[in-house]
T-cell receptor, first 115, second 112 residues
Framework: DQQVKQNSPSLSVQEGRISILNCDYT??????FLWYKKYPAEGPTFLIS?????DKNEDGRFTVFLNKSAKHLSLHIVPSQPGDSAVYFC??????????????FGKGTKLSVIP | DAGVIQSPRHEVTEMGQEVTLRCKPI?????LFWYRQTMMRGLELLIY????????DSGMPEDRFSAKMPNASFSTLKIQPSEPRDSAVYFC??????????FGPGTRLLVL
């Protein structure tokens, strides 16, 4: 049972345009969400996070939106650059016990930014 | 600042051999996580240490897997004996308590 789903395995975007990566979750106990970026042969790199008490968090070109009622979050990258080409993972945690520290990851979306 | 350091970066071994993966967490971080990434299952948590103590090893696949953290700056993940289905990328991550986890570059393991 996948609790965090990234339904688009891949996405291609023209340089300079907006990239929108989506993530859905099913566990209502999740209260903290993160996006990681991964280049080939490297480990995931933390990008941006959002707590469930917010509906938006912005860091430079990266903005994460959270819609709790829809159990949906999205990562917007504006403007997209070729260096943004990577696999993006959505992750979530929440609840007591293991939920307080265990990150549940989606399967990732491969973003290709075309020059 | 140095990030999480893992060694080796690549390991090729034969079925039945012992494999030891190593991790040095970020200085000052007191939580350490071992993950495994496969195509089928994605990123899965294997074991979580806090202040050098194993807190949750429910993700360890079977008794062939063991992990230790003898001090705050070193951890090992051992597979003995290794099997072809253990082939995967193994990541170590560290954090301050349950704050953001920072990942190492991973060890790509191939068991023939």
């Amino acid at each position: 049972d996948q609790q965090v789903k990234q339904n688009s395995p891949s996405l291609s975007v023209q340089e300079g345009r907006i990239s929108i990566l989506n993530c859905d979750y099913t566990n209502s106990m999740f209260d903290y969400f993160l996006w990681y970026k991964k280049y080939p042969a490297e480990g995931p790199t933390f990008l941006i996070s959002i707590s469930s008490i917010k509906d938006k968090n912005e860091d430079g070109r990266f903005t994460v939106f959270l819609n709790k009622s829809a159990k949906h979050l999205s990562l917007h990258i504006v403007p997209s650059q070729p260096g943004d080409s990577a696999v993006y993972f959505c992750a979530a945690r929440g609840g007591s016990g293991a939920g307080s520290y265990q990150l549940t990851f989606g399967k990732g979306t491969k973003l290709s930014v075309i020059p | 600042d140095a990030g999480v350091i893992q060694s080796p970066r690549h390991e090729v071994t034969e079925m039945g051999q012992e494999v030891t993966l190593r991790c040095k967490p970020i200085s000052g971080h007191n939580s350490l996580f071992w993950y495994r990434q496969t195509m089928m299952r994605g990123l899965e948590l294997l074991i979580y240490f806090n202040n050098n103590v194993p807190i949750d090893d429910s993700g360890m696949p079977e008794d062939r897997f063991s992990a230790k953290m003898p001090n705050a700056s070193f951890s090992t993940l051992k597979i003995q004996p290794s099997e072809p289905r253990d082939s995967a990328v193994y990541f170590c991550a560290s954090s301050r308590d349950i704050e953001t986890q920072y990942f190492g570059p991973g060890t790509r393991l191939l068991v023939l």
